[in-house]
T-cell receptor, first 112, second 112 residues
């Protein structure tokens, strides 16, 4: 059974810093990996989707990398802003069945 | 236009009542889901519905039933509400079983 973990559980940084969020998965046979952000009281917003054949995906100040062999993905946020404060989750789809596997999330606070 | 929309956003009701939450997606996706997010923010799949194939996760009580009038809608009906049903319920959709997931804003259910 796939297990997805995210470290750290919480992170607090001053505005302007570059930061890295980590996501690990136990079964490397994945179709893709998706990063989301969730603001308090809101739904999950898709940030980036990396296909299994890709190593990186970029959107603005966000860069996600994928290393299937080591079971890891990182989300790099450049020049962090207070508006980046949210919970970030990673998820991988199922190989069978309907259960997407979600990490437990990293709660990010960017201090002005 | 909101891609995945669900109503109501907030629902407060008494134990024993029956309630429904509606979900609509305008993305043309083939698969829709219902997730439950508990107080610890953990996301748990309840149902998925794809081309009239319903997959019900075994831990979901049979008081919960999904209803799909067409491909763009997947409603959640809950009978005999219990205190433990209080949570945020998210609707989501994807083009395929392993495709990019898009979430609605969530429906916060409070059972008194």
């Amino acid at each position: 059974k796939q297990e997805v973990t995210q470290i750290p559980a919480a992170l607090s940084v001053p505005e302007g810093e570059n930061l890295v969020l980590n996501c690990s998965f136990t079964d490397s046979a994945i179709y893709n990996l998706q990063w989301f952000r969730q603001d308090p009281g809101k739904g999950l917003t898709s940030l980036l989707l990396i296909q299994s054949s890709q190593r990186e995906q970029t959107s603005g100040r966000l860069n996600a990398s994928l290393d299937k062999s080591s079971g890891r993905s990182t989300l790099y946020i450049a020049a962090s802003q207070p508006g980046d404060s949210a919970t970030y989750l990673c998820a991988v789809p199922p190989n069978t069945g309907n259960q997407f596997y979600f990490g437990t999330g990293t709660s990010l606070t960017v201090i002005p | 236009d909101t891609a995945v929309s669900q109503t109501p956003k907030y629902l407060v009701t008494q134990m024993g009542n029956d309630k429904s939450i509606k979900c609509e997606q305008n993305l043309g996706h083939d698969t829709m889901y219902w997730y439950k997010q508990d107080s610890k923010k953990f996301l748990k799949i309840m149902f998925s519905y794809n081309n009239k194939e319903l997959i019900i996760n075994e831990t979901v009580p049979n008081r919960f039933s999904p209803k799909s009038p067409d491909k763009a809608h997947l409603n959640l009906h809950i009978n005999s509400l219990e205190l433990g049903d209080s949570a945020v319920y998210f609707c989501a959709s994807s083009q395929t079983r392993a495709g990019e997931l898009f979430f609605g804003e969530g429906s916060r259910l409070t059972v008194l």
